[in-house]
């Protein structure tokens, strides 16, 4: 059974740093690519990071490029999610998920982490 | 960026009612479209993807159709653990998108 356990969210000061993390079973980790993805309070859901069977290749929207860093250890089978200078937009559920053997869609989730960002 | 409009976003229906759910897309995506299913305190779950085809484990009242712009799930039958939001993802291109959710609860 594919299970994906986020871990590292809760309450930061705007302008700091957070590392989320996600803890995967039940699947070859090192075959598929890995994202990020958030919904915040009352919001749509939103893409925030994929990254490569390797790592070599991450991709972000516009809306986070530059402040977080998306990567991954496959002997760990763990994702990561580095976010630097947050902003209290970044205030969101936190969702690790795993994509389709294609690269194309999110076919695994986990339940989320929640990441507040508030003085 | 691909808009995704999803409606209704509120939803009440009684046990045994057919129930549908829309995705508009403001550009063709083809038939690259999923629903997905996420109950409160949940993951969410995957129910059918490229618009028509259900996940391996999902029951068959759940039923996806559509192609280009517009989208629907249907529910033949609801079940009472049918109650969750429900939402859609474009996966045309990047950077994907989803819909707003649409929460279904009994009547």
């Known amino acids: 059974e594919v299970q994906l356990v986020e871990s590292g969210g809760g309450l930061v000061q705007p302008g700091r740093s957070l590392k989320l993390s996600c803890a995967a079973s039940g699947f070859t980790f090192s075959n598929y690519y890995m994202a990020w993805v958030r919904q915040a309070p009352k919001k749509g859901l939103e893409w925030v990071a994929t990254i490569s069977t390797s790592g070599s290749r991450t991709y972000y929207p516009d809306s986070v490029k530059g402040r977080f860093t998306i990567s991954r250890d496959n002997a760990k089978s763990s994702l990561y999610l580095q976010m630097n200078s947050l902003k209290s937009e970044d205030t969101a559920t936190y969702y690790c998920?795993?994509?389709?053997?294609?690269?194309?869609?999110?076919?695994?989730w986990g339940q989320g982490v929640m990441v507040t960002v508030s003085s | 960026d691909i808009q995704m409009t999803q409606s209704p976003s509120f939803l009440s229906a009684s046990v045994g009612d057919r129930v549908t759910i829309n995705c508009k897309a403001s550009q063709n995506i083809n038939r690259y479209l999923n629903w997905y299913q996420q109950k409160l305190g949940e993951a969410p779950k995957l129910l059918i993807y490229?618009?028509?085809s259900l996940q391996t484990g999902i029951p068959s009242r759940f039923s996806g159709s559509g192609s280009g712009t517009d989208f629907t799930l249907t529910i033949s039958s609801l079940q009472p653990e049918d109650v969750a939001t429900y939402f859609c993802?474009?996966?045309?291109?990047?950077?994907?998108?989803f819909g707003g959710g649409t929460k279904l609860e009994l009547k």
């Open positions: 993802l474009q996966h045309n291109s990047w950077p994907r998108t």
């Open positions: 490229n618009a028509n």
């Open positions: 998920a795993r994509l389709d053997d294609y690269g194309r869609y999110f076919d695994y």
